[in-house]
């Protein structure tokens, strides 16, 4: 069984930064892309940032220059790096991951708050 853990969300100030970081554990032949995404009280879950196993990467237009998507294939673990953060960005932030062998399956984590205050 594959499970995706969320941590690093938290209370931060408006302009404050912070770092989430997904470990992904559990019987692991392969990961394609791994994904931030993000749903706020009210209004649908968006995609925030991804990241390829070759390490491409694209962003939320709303997002772009502020935040940035990292993975360590070794570690199974993605991050994202929040910074010049706004209360808009006040969500909780969840992981997804691409993971199989021949068949990838797609796998979401349990979620991180992360909250900006003005």
């Known amino acids: 069984q594959v499970q995706l853990v969320e941590s690093g969300g938290g209370l931060v100030q408006s302009g404050g930064s912070l770092r989430l970081s997904c470990a992904v554990s559990?019987?692991?032949?392969?990961?394609?892309?791994m994904a931030w995404y993000r749903q706020a009280p009210g209004k649908q879950r968006e995609l925030v940032a991804g990241?390829?196993?070759?390490?491409?990467?694209h962003y939320a237009e709303s997002v772009k220059g502020r935040f940035t998507i990292s993975r360590d294939n070794a570690k199974n673990t993605t991050y994202l790096q929040m910074n010049s953060l706004k209360p808009e960005d006040t969500a909780v932030y969840l992981c997804?991951?691409?993971?199989?062998?021949?068949?990838?399956?797609?796998?979401w984590g349990q979620g991180t708050s992360v909250t900006v205050s003005s």
């Open positions: 990241i390829t196993s070759d390490g491409s990467t």
């Open positions: 997804n991951a691409d993971v199989g062998d021949y068949v990838l399956w797609d796998y």
């Open positions: 559990g019987i692991i032949f392969r990961m394609n892309r």
